[in-house]
């Protein structure tokens, strides 16, 4: 079982919970922090929902470091993992963290949830802030009034702005739509035609 197998179940999965969403966005490898680390898929709707995917020749080595990381920025997280990691992983991951098992069948592998994700209530505002490009940081800080003395600033005095100005909730609704309106820089797979569904 190998990553893109796991990858294209997970795929078939979720273009068919949210088939017709006009508003949903799905993408590959979501990068975090300016490109720290890649979170494998996102989901961004009303939130951003990511999905961190551990095939059989996977190592759980870099987990903990992502498992901190993803908690500062995404609202829901999921871990899709091959049985031989399961036990280890699920000593890694907190419990709202949802879980699934990816499992070979034929030739092909399923996935099925174990627990569904719940919402992440400890967000971090300058590190969720910090997805945003540096131009997109300034232009939300001017529409809120509250650019001034920073403009020429690095941008990482644009993340610690943007997070004293603006209330989580508001940094989160920009942020997602920052994501949304630069669509066209990661290839949205939704429109491609799969095969079966793996079991939910």
Known sequence: MRDRDVRESVWRWLEEAHAGESDTLMLDE???????????I??????IEGFELKSERDTLERLPQQRDLYNKVLDRISLV????????AEEMIPEWWGLAIASKCGGGVVVTRERLPEINRGLDAPTLASLLWRDEALATLERYGAA?????????????RLSVALDIDTLRAEVRSALKARAGWR???RSRQCGGLPQS
């Open 81 to 88: 993992v091959a049985e031989n990691h399961r036990k280890a």
């Open 42 to 47: 996102a989901v961004i709707n009303g939130q």
């Open 187 to 189: 290839v949205d797979r």
């Open 30 to 40: 979501l990068g975090l922090l300016n490109g720290a680390t890649r979170v494998d």
């Open 148 to 160: 001034a003395g920073v403009r020429s600033k690095p941008r990482e005095a644009l993340y610690g």
